[in-house]
Structures are given as C-alpha cells and as structure tokens.
C-alpha cells in the first residue's frame, strides 16, 4: 500500500496569506489527524477527521481549519498567516483513530516571512 | 485529562551502550501507550504500542518498553545503541473507549556517540 502522502513539501509564505496543504491517507483509513511541529512546542494536535466529520480539535485559533472528502483526502487551511505559523505541518492517517495506529506523512515545511 | 511527560529533551550514549528513554504519563482511565521514532526531514514512525495484557512490549529495531502501573511509567529501552538509532523519539498516550485524540510528549533526541 502507498503511504501518506503530502503536498507541497515546502511553502514560502508571507504574514497575511493564507495556505491549503493537503493530505492523503493511506487507502482505507478513515481517520485524518493534523499536527503543528516546532522545536519548542513538540507535536501539536490541531484537529482529526472522521468520515468528513471533524471529531476532535486542539486548541488552535479559527484561523486553522480543516476539512476531509468524501475519499478520506483531507485539507487544512490556515489564514492570516503570522511568522509563529512557522512549522512542520504533519498529517497523520488511521483506520479509526484514536487508539489506532498512526501512520504519519513527511510533512509540509511552512515558512513565513 | 490525558498527558505524557519525557524527561531530557536531548540523550547521548556511546555506541553499544544501553539506551533508556523515559516518559510519563498521566491517564484517569487505563492508556494505551505508544512509541515513535522520527528520523531527520521524515514523519513519525510507530516503533511499539501498549493496548493491554503483556506489559513489556517488543517492538522494532531491538527496542522494548515496559508498561509499569504503579509508576505511571513507559520507559523505552534498547540494550546496545547502534549509530542508525540516532533519531528523535516520541511518546504518546491515548485512553481506552471512545475516540480520543493522541497526545504526544516534547520528545527525546538521540544522540549516538561513535
């Protein structure tokens, strides 16, 4: 089976745009999860989809949202771009989540000027 | 709430030397435990998981970790650190029932000194 994957890889940004990445699971899975990763924050949970629905979100601001399709592809979008939007974005897949194994893409490097 | 703690950001061991990762975790309902690895520029990898029944779990590349209850403790372990182990590791919990989301800790980077 084909892995996650994640497009783009690299982004370069400026403050006030706004960014869609992509994720596409590995066939099957049903779970998306999304994760922020810095140096000093670690891994942050932003927001898992379930079968379209969003199930569960971290404590990030409305200006990251999400959202999957109908073939589990999912999408997140973050507006206004500021500079600590700067980050490794991760995008995780699973059968179900939770308790699931996650199954994890290599990321989008976002950097904002 | 769930949460997992990772004690040193950052771990150095000689070649051939015991490698020991630590984390804690705090659960109000029994956990399933995880360990993951990332190499540079990659995503996460599983490495082992801990659901229920046997509480020393095996997982890949010769690493081990113990599920200790009473210590709230999932310590990973590997006897003889290979330059190839050098990485940063992660450890993450989840509770049992429902769909909750994983949580990770800071994580731990490796070093492996030749």
């Known amino acids: 089976k084909a892995g996650v994957t994640q497009t783009p890889r690299y982004l370069i940004k400026t403050r006030g745009q706004q960014v869609t990445l992509s994720c596409s699971p590995i066939s099957g899975h049903r779970s998306v999860s999304w994760y922020q990763q810095t140096p000093g924050q670690g891994l942050q949970f932003l927001f898992e989809y379930f079968s379209e629905t969003q199930r569960n979100k971290g404590n990030f601001p409305g200006r990251f949202s999400g959202r999957q399709f109908s073939n589990s592809r999912s999408e997140m979008n973050v507006s206004t771009l500021e500079l600590g939007d700067s980050a490794l974005y991760l995008c995780?897949?699973?059968?179900?989540?939770?308790?699931?194994?996650?199954?994890f893409g290599p990321g989008t490097r976002l950097t904002v000027l | 709430a769930q949460s997992v703690t990772q004690l040193g950001s950052h771990v150095s061991v000689s070649e051939g030397a015991l490698v020991l990762l630590r984390c804690n975790y705090s659960s109000s309902v029994p956990p399933y435990l995880f360990w993951y690895v990332q190499y540079p520029n990659q995503g996460l990898q599983l490495l082992l998981k801990y659901t229920t029944g046997a509480t020393l779990v095996k997982g890949i590349n010769g690493f081990e970790a113990e599920f200790k209850k009473s210590e709230t403790s999932f310590h990973l372990t590997k006897p003889s650190a290979h330059m190839s182990d050098a990485a940063e590791y992660f450890c993450?919990?989840?509770?049992?029932?429902?769909?909750?989301?994983?949580?990770f800790g800071t994580g731990t980077k490796l070093q492996v000194i030749p």
């Open positions: 993450a919990v989840s509770v049992s029932g429902g769909y909750q989301k994983v949580t």
């Open positions: 995780a897949s699973s059968l179900g989540g939770g308790r699931d194994t996650q199954y």
